[in-house]
């Protein structure tokens, strides 16, 4: 692997299987000029707070950070959807000059009034960061004078990365915890955390988990409602789906309330499987659970297999590249692939720690590129070296892959087609069949020597 | 008739910031690439939200504000930032857009860029150009016509006079930047069109990975925008503040013409006009056959759109343009809204729309969906033109949308709207009239085969 092209403060942040030995380089931000595809602080409280649905997420700052984030997520509501409105403070350079704190009272005061929710959380964003509105006293009137708890998201982009950010959340959340009825609580009950219902993925998940005889108390946040997380410390044991965003949150609340926690993953057959036997080995006193997860994990199987076994036939030896925002993901999606017969040529991720890219080495074959804050630069340049057929990722990394004439498949916040569960996994299955075995790839021309091809004239 | 007080909030904004249009109007230089100075989400956002519209990449970069750059001055992340990006893409130009950050922390980029200049000099730097993009200090489409105006004023100088026209056409989509540039050609005029994404915005296939898309506006073209013959300035509101054709004017005597967004057969004329003038010659037939089939197509299609209201919405210029060929072909611009700063739309559909008064147009300036959605419940408008961030009221009221302008996530092809000149007002006509006909056919009880 040729290095030059790596920008200097970025070489230790790429990594090739069976040649490099050094220790991956992550967790830092991105360097400067560097086209990162990662986000900001804002953007790590809002993907884990905004799928709480009854409640008010207000950005307090100038317009962009709302207006770009309106309704992106694929979060579904089986209820209200207030939170799928982008409410902003669109600050002015008045605002800006004498603070913003005023503007900001008026507008969670006119927006909780319109729209009665349950909770309201405001985002701080950069600007609010930088001139030092007292958000926290404004929340505290709020909450006083309408009754409903006002909660500041302390999500300035500049202060750190993504993962501040689901910090942030996770503190805000834990300070609804705790404050509700937990007396009705069913004995084998369960927190799902770090599952946004994505398409509908949480209500597939609830559904082994009904079927196994064990509630879910509380998804977090997947179709949230804010009664849900008041409750949460009455459940019997936390599942963190997203390790990333949410392992914090269940920290915080084993210290505080004694919930165990245990980590598992939604996507892929050995994940998924796992995660419905782990959580029947918790409650091991009552093995009938165990023996009910048997039957749906049978069921489930039984169902998918001859569909997934023809995915697998056409796919066997296709190779891929994941490029997603948590490792973790990362982990399950390699399994996935296994599964059907492919090879992972390249696997990244924005926010990855030094566990998670130590596990991903192992796991990984000879060959394979590892990557942390990838640019489209290296994205593309290492996709075309390992000749990969699709390309696993996010809304920017697709015309990516699709400019040098490769498939690929959305596995990003914004997916439309569940992709966990069984069910999710023959749906992925079918993604990745149709983005590699269509017949376009042969109009499209292919180079193989990075850009060589042509230079700007 | 005119809007009360906004409230405090704004709910689901007609509006974007100002760097976005800053990083559009680069994309329009050849070589070019674009950094914005403050927190990387900004960069991010922007470039993410721009590719669900254009469906091509489009790199941004960001000078990736930490903790200590928002107190201590981004100077030296962003002499960092534009080093990588030299060694990465190793452009033509880079423009640097300022965000809300770096503008409150009163970071001078103008005067980073001139030290870095000084700094690297005898390097071979690329050409740099700063632009002001505080975001609570305008919209996108401020942003957009100020990074215009600062390329061209960076870049112009005195060389021979010629014969050649500059075309600034404003916030329109790449199909209507080629129809636009092909309309020159078939003139035979030697032009300059600026900016110029039709192609780094909407690309053939590329086999590998281009980090610096082909096509755009050559350097050397907007260097000898001072020398041409007359600038044709496409939008009402870029009429109203300083713009490149203003100081190209001022400064090098190059003869303005402002005309509005060529929509519709009369606006279309005008453009034409200018055209003829500049190319000495009458306009060529193939425009008059379109012209025709306009105007034939108008005839046809005249009874579905007599009368009906319509609420458009989305940047002033469109808002404006849209209305005045919405009242060309008889319909009614009932709600004419904009997320832009209250002040402008009103007077400008005022000059736009004769008879203005009596068609009771409710006009919403520094307007959100919320409050377009308000006003469209009350006129009950049979039909919707704006972006695809129209669709939620549209869904929820149950009036038809035509898509158009900027952004449309949720079709694709956004980058392939047709909106300008005969030909691309008559494809917007049949999908109005169109939409209207499939509305209708599919409420009538029977539905029908027949028009
Ligand atoms: S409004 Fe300002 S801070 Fe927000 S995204 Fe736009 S430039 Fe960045
Ligand atoms: S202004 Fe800050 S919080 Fe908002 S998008 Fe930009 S980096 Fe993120």
Known sequence: MEKLKILEGRRGQVFE?????????CGVKSTSGAVSQRACVFCGSRVVLYPITDALHLVHGPIGCAAYTWDIRGSMSSGPVINRHSFSTDLREIDVIYGGAEKLYKAASQLIDKHKPEAAFIYSTCIVGLIGDDVEAVCKKLSEEKKIPVINVDSAGFKGTKKDGYKAACESIAKLVGTGDISMIAPYSINILGEFNLAGEAWIIKDYYTRMGVNVNAVITGDGRVADLKRAHGAALNVVQCAGSMTYLAEIMKKKYNIPFIRVSYFGLDDMTSALYDVAAF??????????????????????????????????????????????????????????????????????????YEDLKKICDDGAIIIDDANPQELSRYITEKKADVLIGGVKERPIAYKIGIGFCDHNHERKIPLAGYAGMLNFAGEVYSSVMSPVWKLVLRNDTFGQKRSRP | MKTKE??????????????????????????????????????????????????????????????????????????????????????????????????????????????????????????????????????????????????????????????????????????????????????????????????????????????????????????????????????????????????????????????????????????????????????????????????????????????????????????????????????????????????????????????????????????????????????????????????????????????????????????????????????????????????????????????
């Open chain 1, 17 to 25: 299987k069976g040649k490099d030995a050094f220790k991956l380089n």
């Open chain 1, 283 to 356: 409650f091991e006193k009552n093995p009938e659970i165990n023996e009910r997860a048997g039957m749906v994990v049978k069921d489930e199987m039984d169902a998918i297999m001859p569909g997934l076994l023809r995915y697998r036939k056409a796919l066997s030896g296709k190779k891929a590249a994941l490029y997603v925002g948590g490792a973790f993901k990362a982990f399950s999606l390699i399994k996935a692939l296994r599964v059907l017969g492919m090879d992972v040529v390249l696997a990244g991720s924005q926010t990855g720690n030094k566990e998670d």
């Open chain 2, 6 to 451: 906004a409230p405090a909030a704004v709910t689901n904004a007609c509006k974007l910031c100002s760097p976005l249009g800053a990083v559009l109007a680069f994309k329009g230089i050849e070589g070019a690439v674009c950094i914005l100075h403050g927190s990387q989400g900004c960069a991010t956002y922007i470039r993410r939200y721009m590719i669900s519209h254009y469906k091509e990449p489009l790199d941004v970069a960001s000078s990736s504000f930490s903790e200590d750059t928002a107190i201590f001055g981004g100077s030296f992340t962003l002499m960092q930032g534009l080093d990588n990006l030299i060694k990465q893409y190793r452009p033509a130009l880079i423009g640097v857009a300022t965000t809300c950050l770096s503008e409150t922390i009163g970071d001078d980029a103008g005067r980073i860029l001139h030290d870095y200049k000084k700094e690297r000099a005898g390097q071979g730097l690329p050409v740099l150009i700063k632009v002001s993009t505080a975001a609570y200090k305008g919209t996108h489409a401020d942003g957009f016509v100020s990074a215009v105006r600062e390329t061209v004023e960076a870049l112009a100088k005195k060389g021979t006079k010629n014969d050649s026209v500059n075309i600034f056409p404003g916030m329109l989509s790449p199909e209507d930047l080629r129809n636009i540039k092909e309309t020159a050609e078939v003139f035979g005029l030697r032009y300059t069109l600026f900016p110029d994404y039709s192609e780094t915005l909407d690309a053939g296939q590329w086999g590998g990975y281009e980090l610096l898309p082909p096509g755009g506006t050559p350097l050397e073209a907007l260097t000898d925008t001072a020398n041409a013959a007359v600038t044709i300035e496409l939008g009402n509101s870029a009429g109203q503040g300083e713009t490149a054709g203003k100081y190209l004017q001022k400064e090098f005597g190059v003869k303005r013409a402002s005309l509005p967004v060529p929509i519709g057969v009369k606006a279309t004329d005008l453009f034409m006009e200018e055209l003829e003038k500049a190319a000495g010659k009458q306009i060529p037939d193939k425009y008059l056959k379109e012209r025709g089939r306009l105007i034939d197509s108008y005839v046809d299609g005249h009874k579905y759109v007599f009368g009906v209201k319509a609420a458009v919405f989305g940047e002033e210029d469109l808002v404006v343009s849209m209305a005045a060929f919405l009242d060309e072909i008889g319909m009614i611009p009932s709600v004419c809204a904009s997320g832009a700063p209250a002040g402008k739309l009103e007077n400008l559909l005022r000059e736009a729309i004769p008879d203005f008064d009596a068609k009771e147009i409710t006009v919403l300036e520094d307007a959100d969906f919320e409050l377009i959605e308000q006003a469209v419940k009350k006129i009950s408008p049979k039909i919707m033109i704006g972006s695809s961030k129209g669709y939620k009221i549209s869904r929820k009221l149950n009036i038809p949308l035509v898509r158009c302008g900027f952004p449309v996530h949720d079709r694709a092809g956004g980058a392939r709207i047709a909106h300008v000149l005969y030909k691309g007002s008559q494809q917007l006509f049949d999908r109005i009239v169109n939409k209207l006909l499939e509305d209708a056919q599919e409420n009538s009880a029977a539905g029908f085969s027949y028009m």
